[in-house]
């Protein structure tokens, strides 16, 4: 049975009754299930990415860094095994590490292709939520993301990037001005000066 469409943050409720036109009475009816939708939608949580080599999922293989990239100073992972993060984390087992250096470069960013135009605006999707945590070491730096290129800046104390502890970050998707239902990348970066490494995860969507 294929439910179609389904909502988010929502209960649904769903029964399989028996039918014996030669018996009476001819219904028998089942027991009542129900299931929850989630109450949003998973951009990426970094649960999916290890260092097996020759099967795609090391993270920096998703999520392009400066390596061999002119003015990017980012760098997507850790250089010694494991390549994420695996203690700091926002939710579930791992995060991104995102190691920026604007000293020598004017930006340091990490950027996601998807295979396939995502519709950022099914559901009622509103808003893109991400978290991150910033290092104590870590010097200057502001955050920003770009959705098909167009930037949104971060807004809040430019010394979060610093503090040692999670951060959630709510984007408005309609002050993008890009067409929402046609999203072929993300880029997470930092621009403005100094280095450090900031943690990415539980990249979401919500109404």
């Known amino acids: 049975f294929e439910a179609g469409p389904l909502a988010l943050a929502t209960t649904y409720f769903w029964r399989v009754d028996e039918i014996n036109q030669a018996q009476t ?10 299931f929850s939708t989630n109450a949003f939608l998973v951009v990426d ?6 260092d097996e080599e020759g099967q795609g999922t090391r ?36 995060s991104m590490p995102l190691l920026y250096d604007n000293k020598s470069e004017p930006y340091s960013e990490t950027t996601r292709t998807f295979d396939a135009p995502h519709d950022w ?18 010097t200057g730096g502001k955050l920003y993301v770009k959705i098909n290129g167009i930037k949104a800046t971060y807004g ?27 999203v072929t990348k993300m880029t997470i970066g930092l621009e403005g000066g100094g280095s450090g490494t900031v943690l990415i995860d539980d990249v979401q969507l919500w109404p």
Do not use: C
Request: no cysteine.
């Open 121 to 138: 605006t099914r559901f009622g999707i509103k808003t893109l939520v991400l978290h991150f945590r910033g290092d104590a070491a870590n």
């Open 59 to 94: 993270i920096y293989e998703t999520w392009a860094d400066g390596w061999n990239v002119a003015g990017n100073g980012g760098q997507v992972g850790y250089l010694t095994v494991p390549s994420v993060e695996k203690t700091l984390v926002h939710g579930g087992k791992q």
């Open 156 to 182: 809040g104390d430019a010394g979060d990037v610093a503090r040692p502890d999670w951060t959630q970050w709510s984007i408005d998707l309609a002050s993008l001005g890009t067409n929402l239902q046609n």
């Open 25 to 34: 009475p001819a219904v028998w009816q089942g027991q009542v299930w129900s």
């Open 45 to 50: 949580d970094m649960e999916s990415y290890n």
